[in-house]
């Protein structure tokens, strides 16, 4: 008889599925695990990504990031991590960078360093407890107008609002919540993807 799926194991496989139906980027929040834990699980979700386009993102640890970089594509950062151009010394050229930006004053001081920027959270979500003030549509095609780099919406996404998303000119969305809560989210990840693709 087996036991009961761990968590690092559910969200193996969770990640597996995606990725196997056209997942394009994983990214990697491990706030409260220890490093050691946290190498382990970058290597064992590579593992699954192989032979997928899915690409590996890890939040908020540049010299992680550095070590893994055989395997991790993406550094994410938030405002109040270490500055990006720290970050990118540390990572290297050929890991991407992402940043987060929370409203439009914040593009004054995005590096040169930086690849693309998450921008939100655009509506109210439970996933995040630490999360800022919702930005809203308006605000957030602004930030798109205004800025040459790639644009990821971040934040109270769902399959009613990322078609209203993608027209204001999103490159993409970051999802977690709407999936999570789902029951068959892979049905639910599929209809995202159909609804990113029109």
Do not use: W
Not at 94 to 119: F, H, R
Not at 148 to 172: D, M, Q, Y
Not at 176 to 185: D, G, Q, T
Request: glycine residues 6%; contains cysteine.
């Amino acid at each position: 008889m087996q036991g009961k799926e761990t968590k690092e194991e559910t969200l193996i496989r969770i990640v597996k599925s995606f990725a196997q139906n056209g997942l394009d980027v994983f990214q990697l929040r491990c706030k409260k695990m220890q490093e050691s834990e946290t190498y382990k699980l970058i290597y064992e979700i590579s593992r699954v990504l192989e032979n997928t386009k899915c690409k590996l993102c890890l939040n908020d640890n540049p010299k992680l990031a550095s070590q893994t970089k055989d395997v991790v594509d993406i550094l994410h950062i938030g405002q109040d991590d270490m500055l990006a151009e720290k970050a990118r010394e540390i990572i290297g050229n050929e890991m991407k960078l992402g940043l987060s930006i929370t409203d439009i004053s914040q593009l004054e001081k995005v590096s040169t360093c930086v690849d693309y920027l998450g921008v939100g959270p655009i509506y109210s979500t439970p996933s995040k407890e630490d999360a800022s003030a919702p930005i809203g549509e308006e605000e957030l095609h602004s930030i798109i107008l205004r800025s040459s780099l790639p644009v990821v919406a971040i934040g109270g996404i769902s399959i009613e609002n990322t078609k209203r998303l993608f027209n204001l000119g999103v490159s993409g969305v970051a999802v977690i919540s709407a999936l999570l809560k789902e029951k068959n989210n892979l049905d639910l990840f599929k209809k995202f993807k159909k609804v990113a693709k029109q």
